[in-house]
């Protein structure tokens, strides 16, 4: 296979990576055909896959416009994935020029591609860790050179924690670094789950498949235990809802969105995207049996 020039040196073509998926979802142009052709799979189980992806990606842009407002312009995107069109350091910088961010990810394709993607630019960093290992992304000199010690920061885990399983406790994780936020700091969360999802249950099984083919299985949780990661965080309004429903814009995307890849279905509330997600208590007593499949719940909590 003849290798593309803007392929990062040393990364394998041959094997898909969910961070290029993931562009190709959202119809971007850091992506290879072997990446095209696992997406392709996915979108032929459930159509809508691309629609989901989409609608997370506007909740993202979403929280972090809404951090800029209340003041917070230095954001840690964890799973970060490739920082391409509508990114975090793009939204936040349109919004105030002095905004820093401090993209990190555990995926050398990742790494390699955003690397490349803010060579020159001096208000982004990119540091190659892992969630579970938190102590490494805090003492990163990128973190200390663009997040000033005692600024709030917005921390991003978006569409990263469903791929972190129960036995490596990514509570535990994601508490570890809420413990080193300055008060002020927000949580900007997304999660696949297992509640009201869209999915036929052979549909879940087949997207579930692409997944594990690839290395990358998806762990799905009952919004019980998504809400679990808030814990010491003050969830703002409306707390964790389906993601097109937080705080939902009059025109969502003013900056444009590219175009959604071939195979995709269905309008801007397609049924995978519109149902997503739950409204129940986080803390009713037991949880359902779900068989349902999965979609996204998003929500944005503070520190007091």
Known sequence: MERPCRAPSGIDLSVPSVSRIYDYYLGGSHNFEVDREAGRRAIEAFPDMPKIMQANRAFMRRAVRYAVERGVNRFLDVGSGIPTFGSVHEIARAADPEARVVYVDHDPVAVAHSRTVLEGNDRAGVVAADLRSPEAILRSPEVTRLLAPGRPVALLLVAVLHFVPDEDDPWAAVARLRDALAPGSLLILTHAATEGGPMKP????????????????????????????????????????PMPTWRPEPREDPEGEPEAPRGAQGGPEARGAGKAGAAADPDHAADPVFTAGFAGVAGVGRKP
């Open 202 to 241: 052979e549909e879940g099984e087949k997207v579930e498949s692409v997944y594990r083919t690839i290395g990358s299985p998806l762990c799905t949780r009952s919004r019980r235990d998504v809400a679990r990661f808030f814990k010491g965080f003050s969830l703002v309004e409306p707390g964790l809802v």
